[in-house]
């Protein structure tokens, strides 16, 4: 294809504020789908995606309009996967940025938008969702120019849903967004944009070209790999598979290699001809780092080898998580996994539980300290480790320095949530860097310690503020914290999967709450049960599970009843779905539950 009859876009929004259901709807326009095939939203196509309502893999969609090859590219949703989201933006030259006419300008918005900006992106505002009756087009107008400090006197007014304003969306991709550049007659240099494992072809890699061209049967080299392949397949997507015989400069599509390992091909590596390679890889290559770790087990210790087997299914998809052996006192055999988020964990433990049908114990999760062990005699320089399992924690006279690592949150709120937010913040140690208003909502960036968000803190944000703030993070860097690993005991035992590593200053609160949490989570036994948190051997909290009387069962349960009587429910299920500890029976439920913090 003509460089000058190409647009290459994405398309950046919050969500829910209609990414998904445009897209849907510009495939549906120029001809790729039926009606009926459009029930189902196309590009989010996991049955988890689906549920959540958010986008994960990235995906790329091949539409022709008036005698132009428009290639949309859906971007992950979520802070989790930013990376990924970057590198599909620089697969990219403009952008259509979705505003939900009733909502306005959100965290995720901006965050998306300033992205794109950084990719020098034409931003093609469009305000969808005109058809609601809360929908305030020239507010949001306003706000797109205020806030972002774009001109969207030319905005599209569109309701993806009820089909307006699908052809003038169109008609601005082809105005407004500039074609691609490239040579054609430079050697090959291809983005690895995405890459995915499909059990019919192996490895599949989405590419753009910025030069050269890509075709089957050629020898290719990834840059950063060190690998050499042969292509086999050259195509595209609209939104059906469709082969090619090859890509040229500018072009977005796929090409498959014999590639039977998703880690073989990283998001951000470059292709180039083995025969005539070129002398530079393209910029801003990343390895992706796990950020969060935590222990996966099998509820019944006989299931390991299916969650073995199981999680290296998984793992063949999605290069960005690990996982190592691990072995726990009381858990037995399993694995410490590492994920970029614990949205990410989330799904990986959803998939596990429900495509492979396993019942799983997470523990605590934890983010990387870095330690600075003392100097030993003999030694020359003093150690420096870095942790992700608290069970690893060393002997506390052993540490010189425990470091965090640090994020910067950008908040999203309306005036009236303001002082419950900030107040969430600075129990989590934030230190706030800004506030300031827009239109009535205001926008505060917070520093935090990762691991004061990596439990619940989005959960506690929404319902503080009933859904209407929104959030936004990045890392920062490490810095030096009064840390101090925090044991759980049940019945005088420690149950391991539910030590942390905790701030000293917020340490007794939390402990309380796990306490507290936990005297509700197990059920009664036919003896007393203590439970406590403890540093070191000292008890900072404690509560105790009074004994089941025999005879009464319908009247030991106080409190909140229907938990209970969920939990006795679930009890019903089975014993294989309890753990136990010495004699005590602990539920799967407990685990994470308990980590939720009050
Ligand atoms: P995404 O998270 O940005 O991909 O958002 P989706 O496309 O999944 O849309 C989120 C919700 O908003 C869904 O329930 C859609 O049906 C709904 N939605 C999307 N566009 C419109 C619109 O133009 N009008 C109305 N009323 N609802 C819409
Ligand atoms: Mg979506």
Redesign the pocket.
Known sequence: TELSRIRNFSII??????????ADRLIQRTGGLSEREMSS?VL?NMDIEKER???IKAQTVRLEWNGYTLNLMDTP?HVDFAYEVSRSLAACEGALL?VDAAQGVEAQTLANVYQSIEHDHEIVPVI?????PAAEPEKVRAEIEEIIGLDASEAVL?????GIGIDEVLDAIVAKIPPPKGDAAAPLKAMLVDSWYDPYLGVVILVRVIDGTLKKGQQIKFMQAGTTHLIDRVGCFRPKIEQLTELGPGEIGFITAQIKDVAQARVGDTLTDARRPADTPLPGFREVQPVVFCGLFPTDANDFEKLRESISKLRLNDASFSFEMETSAALGFGFRCGFLGLLHLEIIQERLTREYDLDLITTAPSVVYRLQLTRSAGEAEARTIELHNPADMPDPNKIDTIEEPWIEATIYVPDEYLGAILKLCQDRRGIQKNLTYVGGRAQLTYELPLNEVVFDFYDRLKSISRGYASFDYHQIGYREGDLVKMSILVNNEPVDALSMIVHRGTAETRGRGMCERLKDLIPRHLFKIPIQAAIGGKVIARETIAALRKDVTAKCYGGDITRKRKLLEKQKEGKKRMREYGSVQIPQEAFIAALRMG
Request: hydrophobic letters at 35%.
């Open positions: 929004a919050h969500i829910d504020h209609g990414k998904s259901t445009l939203q989010d309502g958010i986008t949703g979705v969808n969702k005109i058809d609601l569109a309701s993806a849903k009820s």
